[in-house]
Structure formats: C-alpha cells, structure tokens
C-alpha cells in the first residue's frame, strides 16, 4: 500500500540533510522506507532486550555511523545478494537497501518472531525477503527463497552470549554460503566472534566504531577465491 507519510518524511529529510557522500550514488533511496530509527523503533527494540537481554545484546539500535561503516566494509553497493544475520528493528537492513542496486537482493534473518513481524511490516522493498529462524539455517533460507550465494553477509547477533554449539554452527555455515570472494562483517561489543569465524576464513580486518553505543568491533573477513586470492 502506498504510504504518504513516509513520501513526507523522505522529502522533508531530503531538503535539510544531503546524501551520505561514503553511500554513493543511491538509485532507490527516494522509495526507501525512512532512514531514521523513530521512536517506535527505539521503544521497540529496548522492549526486545527486555524480552531476551543476552540475545538482542544492545539496548539502542546501531548508530548511522555504524551503519555506514557496515555498508562500506561489506560493500554492498557492488553485492548481487546480501544476508543480514539480525535485523532486529531494521535501521541496518534500511542502510542496506539505500546502498543496494536496484537488481540487488537481500535476505534477513531474524531469531526474535516480534522483531521479524515488525521488520515484515515495516520494511518494505520488493528487494528483500525476511525470514524469521535462527541463522544457523542461513543455506536453507537462501535456498527457499532462490538466491544464490551472498556476496556479503553482515552480522549483529551476539556471538559473545550465544552457547559454543551454536556460535560454531552459524560461522561454518556462514563461510560454506558465502561466494568465493565474499565478504562477512560482523559487529560485536566482544570479540568471540573470531574464535568461531577465524578458523574458517582466516584473519579479519579489524576496527573501532566509537560513535555508537556502545561502541562496537567490526570484524570484517574476505573468503579467498579458487586461486587462494582475496580481494583488497
Ligand atoms: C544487536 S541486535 C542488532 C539489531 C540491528 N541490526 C541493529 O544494528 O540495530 C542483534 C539482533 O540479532 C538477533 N539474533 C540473536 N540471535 C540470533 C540468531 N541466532 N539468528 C538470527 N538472529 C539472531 C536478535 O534478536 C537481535 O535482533
């Protein structure tokens, strides 16, 4: 359904703040849902921390900072696919699809069935498909909805909270689905991350966002290519 308050919203936004220079040239951003997190967003995701404090990890959704540095290290402006592994309220999956092509898709994978039915409603762009389920399931998500390997998976579930299994499970896979080439960038208070991901596709960049709250480790992996190259 077509949504006046939102053409609104993205006008009036549009006359006092210009593009982001480090997201390019967004063909879709005019149809994009609003960027900003509103007060709904906010109020909902503390009551998703209030519900499940180890799984939603933060109390605040992530900072536009954040969400640009995100969109830069994964390089979504160039992926054919991209999986977020726990949208939560949506400000990172809304950062994702103002960055993406418009051929571009992006699955979502959210654990928590009141975020994913709020992510369903409120995030809508012909481009993504949300999935409510644990990313451990990521191969069969992508293969129910017929995509084909992600160029670049981006992560803000808590590897530091989550039990050994698990935490094993999700980074395996995340290295078996990812393309050749491909990018996995996980955001994270702590750095377990790397203990389940490392083995799998080597060392990570590493980088500080402290404009965030709380500020955050970004671990960014490249997956070698056949030849045992990696992008820069
Ligand atoms: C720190 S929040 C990030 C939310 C949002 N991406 C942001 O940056 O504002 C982490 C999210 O991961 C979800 N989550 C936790 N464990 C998960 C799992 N195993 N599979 C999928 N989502 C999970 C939580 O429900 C929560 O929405």
Known sequence: MHDARNDRTTSARAAVRPLDDDLGDLPTAVDAPQADQTTGDRLAFLLGFVRDPSGVGSVVPSSHRLERRLVRNARIGEARTVVEL??????TTRAFLRAMSPQARLLSIELDPVFHARLARTVRDPRHFAECGSAERIAEMLAVRRLPAP????????FSTMPQDIGERIAAEVAAVLAPGGR???YQ???RVAEFTS???GTPKFEWE???IPPMRVF??????ADGTRRP
Do not use: E, M
């Not at 726990?86 to 400000?91: D, H, L, M």
């Open 86 to 91: 726990g949208p939560g309220t949506g400000g």
């Open 220 to 225: 960014t992996w490249v997956k070698p290519t």
């Open 210 to 212: 402290a404009w965030n």
């Open 199 to 201: 083995p799998h596709l």
């Open 184 to 186: 996995f960038v996980a």
């Open 189 to 191: 208070v702590r750095p």
């Open 151 to 158: 160029d670049a998976i981006v992560s803000g579930i808590p």
